[in-house]
């Protein structure tokens, strides 16, 4: 028989500081803005969760999966969360009882999942681009190790390789760095990422948390048959408004020298990984350092390509910086042989020419993204800031439609089948 329902009870969703790393997937895509965080912790605010569960998949840590059964009354707080260095213990029923709450069912505390596509589909809401973001991998990708090293065991890596991977001056410059393993195990797939915990403590006298880095390297490493692999990483000197900042994590990178060690956790995500079937087609749109796991998965085709395993899908590369000097591997780019990979750059600050985004250069490039957007055995890859996802799958949408297709259809087969990944911050 089931237990009465408590009206004094409330199933709070929390998430789990000492495994969170930070990287903003749960508030992104967050649909009722529950989700919100300081410097330090991502929080739910009880009064807005409605429990539909849009966070849980996507999570590449599980830091988002915890409850706990709490009088409402007491439930905790935005502020109350925000100061925790680890979750508070569960309250045994004695506890409940003594706030006078009685035996709840749990069950019965749980509002029902949110439909795999909200009505952002069908146009009944404000156009939500997350919405079209795949929780799950496409069918054909290897399998994922994930957690192998967590907050308490953190492993140790060498640093055997960090210089400058782009033309721009201090303020901007991004670093190429490879960490090596030894004789660790560190399994990773091209598109998954690691936490790297900088030294030292923050203005509160507490250890600083890991910050995630996207892997820019293929599965063999970044020599292959090494146990090694690099990150992307570019050196924070100002925040999004322009004023000066230094930050932790991305300074502690940049500086270190070959010899260092490093303190890794992870690795981390079992959704946005390439497909192995080599006749797929790999669209690949980012901005910045979300490059990274763009060339973990152009250099293992290439890779691929040379060893005689590769059967001919198409790769498509749609990159944005400001400037051709601050984006990452330009010179690299350019060396790779036009069959293998088809390039299409977009500047936003160049000397005298006009503002030019991905996207824009996504809808110059209609008629070969729409037939790829009709082709099942295509992928496709969006990694870098906030502000460039609703553009870029506005465009998908836009180049669908233009060529008398159903976006609804396909936007919504994308999500399902693993073909449409969407990794910003």
Known sequence: MDMAVDARAIKQHLIDPEICIRCNTCESVCPTGAITHDDRNYVVNADICNQCMACISPCPTGSIDNWRIMPLARAYSIEEQLTWDELPPELTPEQLAAEGVSAVDEAALETPAAPALPAAVTGEAPFNSAAFGAAVPPWSAAHAYTNLYGPKQATTATVVGNFNCTEAGFANETHHVVLDFGAMPFP????????????????????????????????????????????????????????????????YICDLKVGDTVQVIGPFGTSFLMPNHPKSHIVMICTGTGSAPMRAMTEWRRRLRASGKFEGGKLMLFFGARTQQELPYFGPLQNLPKDFIDINFAFSRAAGSPKRYVQDRMRER???????????????????????????????????????LSWDTIGAALKREGRLHLETY
């Open 188 to 251: 990773v797939l091209e598109g998954q990422s690691i936490g790297v915990v900088p030294p030292g403590v923050d203005a509160k006298g507490r250890p600083h948390t890991a910050r995630q880095y996207s892997i820019a390297s293929p599965r063999n490493g970044e020599r292959p048959g090494y146990n090694n692999i690099s990150l992307t990483v570019k050196r924070v000197t100002e925040d999004h408004q322009g004023r000066p900042v230094r930050g932790v994590a991305s300074n």
């Open 366 to 404: 209609a008629l070969d993204l729409a037939a790829l957007l009709q082709d099942p055995n295509t992928y496709l890859y969006v990694c870098g800031l906030k502000s460039m996802e609703e553009g870029v799958v506005l465009a998908l949408r836009d180049v669908a439609q233009e060529a008398g």
